[in-house]
């Protein structure tokens, strides 16, 4: 019983060790740091308010009201709050992609090696930088909430503060899931190029094939299969349910089962990966 707990604190105390230098590589290099902060920022503040497509529906017809016609289009009469909470997806992927890049910074700095050499399993060193990215992302989707809020985020009748922790339950999913699949991407590569490649490949492909800046329904019918099964418009719907719709709670538990099974998934195949191929 002993040998079992002294496993189990060992775990806890290598994930908690790898993850805590993987978060100070973070926020104790300043420019970092407050680049991380000023970036969502900026994307609020410029694409956010750019991309004003309410002002092109004409006000002046006789009969059309842009603001019903938006709320019958994109379920909210602003459609800047409606890509708001796109946003919030679209920082959290771009986050967590960094986290399989780290991996190979890691093999070719010599500290995977130490790592390795040390009796914490490779899981371990997995979940510690899947945890650590989904930390980051989280602190950035709670400023891209806050700027959004000042900018004019227009929340549902229906809006509960305590909505804010569903929020960031979901957000905490899909981070994982995405940390985990990168990684496992990555896992085997030792040129830096491997990565860069991938995330140029597949980032914003994941980004416009879903619902984050634009309704699925208005796609092209051969892109809607691809959006419906993307975890990432199920992610932004159920932001979207919490804070800017009037709540399908059947859809809200459905938008939390796919991307929960997405996350254990993804998750337990990094793990999978990292028993067979992460090495020295």
């Known amino acids: 019983m002993s040998e079992i ?5 060992s775990k806890l105390h290598g994930i908690w060790a790898l993850t805590n230098r993987e978060l100070k590589k973070w926020y104790k290099a300043p420019v970092v740091f407050i680049l991380t902060i000023i970036q969502p920022v900026i994307w609020m ?5 750019a991309m004003n497509l309410g002002a092109l529906i004409p006000s002046n017809i006789p009969g059309v009201d842009p603001g019903a016609l938006l709320q019958t289009t994109l379920g909210t009469s602003d459609y800047f709050s409606f890509m708001a909470v796109g946003m919030i997806t679209f920082t959290t992927l771009f986050t967590t992609m960094f986290s399989g890049m ?5 093999r070719r700095l010599g500290f995977l090696n130490k790592a390795l050499s040390t009796p914490v ?3 371990v060193i997995v979940l510690s930088k899947v945890l650590s990215a989904t930390l980051r992302s989280m602190f ?3 400023i891209i909430l806050s700027v959004a809020t000042v900018l004019g985020l227009q929340f549902g009748a229906n809006f509960n503060p305590l909505n804010i922790l569903g929020v960031f339950g979901i957000i905490f999913l899909i981070c994982m899931g995405l940390s985990s699949l990168f990684i496992a991407i990555n896992i085997r590569s030792t040129r830096i190029e491997t990565p860069m490649a991938v995330m140029n490949l597949i980032n914003l492909p994941l980004m416009f094939a879903s619902n984050a800046l634009f309704p699925i329904k208005f796609m092209p019918s051969w892109l809607q ?3 419906n099964v993307n975890p990432l418009s199920y992610t932004t ?6 804070l800017i719709f009037n709540t399908d709670y ?6 939390f089962a796919y991307v929960g099974i997405f996350a254990i998934v993804t998750t337990i195949i990094g793990i999978v990966l990292s028993w067979r191929f992460l090495n020295k």
């Open 140 to 142: 950035q989707a709670a």
């Open 5 to 9: 707990n002294n496993v189990s604190k």
């Open 250 to 255: 059947a859809q809200l538990a459905l938008d």
């Open 45 to 49: 503040g410029l694409l956010g308010k």
């Open 237 to 242: 719907d159920a932001v979207r349910q919490l």
């Open 121 to 123: 399993s490779r899981s």
């Open 225 to 227: 299969p691809v959006a």
């Open 102 to 106: 780290s991996v190979v910074w890691d």
